[in-house]
Structure formats: C-alpha cells, structure tokens
C-alpha cells in the first residue's frame, strides 16, 4: 500500500473521529528495510521516521540527513542504558522510556549537553513479562519520577498483546494519559491504527503498510 494510501486512510479516521485534520503524526517505521525502500519514501516528502535500533538508525540516518532536510527520528524500540548518549544524538523522540536508571540517564546527559528529545513512556498495557514497559498501576509514579528530572515528558506509548483485541489497550492508554494530564498517545500499527486515531492517538507507527515486509538489505 502506497504512503498516500495510509495517509489518506489517516485523514479519514480523524474526520471519523471529529478530530482536527493533522491530529495525528504518521511515523514510518524503517527498520529493517532497504535503503532504496526508505529513500522512495523520503523523495515522496515524508519526513517522520521509526527505528528500532539505535545501531541500525545510525548505519544509515546520518547519511539520509545530508540529503534531505528536516528528518524527525523517533526511536520506537527498547534502549539500553549505555546506547543513551548515541541516541540522544540521533532521535528527536524516544517512545521506549520504562525504567528509572534510563531516566536518570536521559537526565544527565540532558544536563550535560543542554537538551534531550522528546520522550514517551512506555506502558506494558498487557502486564506481559517478556515485554519491555512499565506496568499500568506503576505508571503514575513513573512519570512523577520523569517529570521530577525535568525530563520532557510527552506522553505515553504501548503495544499491544498480538493475540488480543487492542481496544481496551487503547483504552487503557488514553486514561493513563488523561489522569497524568499527558497529550501524547503514541499506539497503533499498520493493522489498528485507525481503531488508535478513534481512540485517541497522536502518533501511529506504521511500518510493512508503507514500505511492504521487511527485507534487510544493504542498499
């Protein structure tokens, strides 16, 4: 499905939902597909980018930013706690916050060099244990520790269960949010991201829609 498709489709959910034409931040999620996949995208003017790998984002958006002005990267996947200075360098938003050593991290390395992305704190809305996010009833405490290190502090972000209906995650999410007077939802993916938009979202990631199945490939 072409980029205009999807962002036709986006448009349509927000006027569906009686929400404001560009509510919602459509962010391309790259990993893991060729360079000339990212590139088409690129020179069709989209600008909003998804990684899930610090390393992976650095082998090639260093390269993509001498050629093409005003890229915003967001890393959507877990971050290691010695990866957080490289990050910072690289991303304008980081949806993977859910431990306190990493905040305190982001912290003073934000201190240090005088700023730091974006950042979403993610939710493990499904308590699932191989699932990287802080639980729901820990959430409120998480982001008064976030905004105590005067973090900027977005919102918040989740994946779903694959096995289950993700409404009630959605759900979840947009109350969490609500209660932490947060604006921020960062959920939904290439298959529910208009149920996410009714919901409430403001970023949906979308990656195999636009770009097709992932194929790593170096060109």
């Known amino acids: ?26 962010i391309a999620v790259s990993k893991v ?51 957080t200075r490289q990050a910072m360098d690289l991303f304008q938003s980081i949806h993977s916050v859910d431990r306190p050593k990493l905040a305190k991290t982001l912290a003073r390395l934000a201190q240090e060099t005088g700023g730091c992305p974006d950042i979403f704190i993610q939710v493990n809305t499904g308590e699932e244990p191989q699932k990287a996010g802080v639980l729901p009833a820990d959430t409120e405490a998480f982001v008064a520790d976030c905004r105590a290190l005067e973090l900027p502090l977005c919102g918040l972000m989740c994946i779903p ?17 609500a209660r932490n007077d947060l604006t921020g939802l960062s959920m939904g993916m290439s298959s529910d991201f208009e149920t996410a938009i009714a919901m409430g979202a403001t970023h949906v990631r979308v990656g195999s829609a636009i770009f097709g199945e992932r194929t790593p490939d170096t060109a």
Do not use: C, Y
Not at 39 to 62: C, D, Y
């Open 1 to 26: 499905m072409a980029l205009s498709d999807i962002k036709t489709r986006i448009a349509q959910a927000e006027q569906a939902a009686g929400r404001a034409a560009g509510a919602v931040q459509l």
């Open 161 to 177: 269960p694959v096995d289950q209906d993700a409404t009630p995650h959605f759900a979840m999410l947009a109350d969490l949010a």
């Open 33 to 83: 597909q060729p360079n000339a996949r990212v590139r088409n995208v690129l020179e069709q003017g989209h600008r909003i980018f998804g990684e899930n790998r610090v390393q992976e984002a650095a082998s090639k958006w260093p390269d993509f930013r001498e050629q093409f002005d005003g890229i915003d990267l967001h890393l959507i996947g877990p971050l290691q706690t010695n990866k």
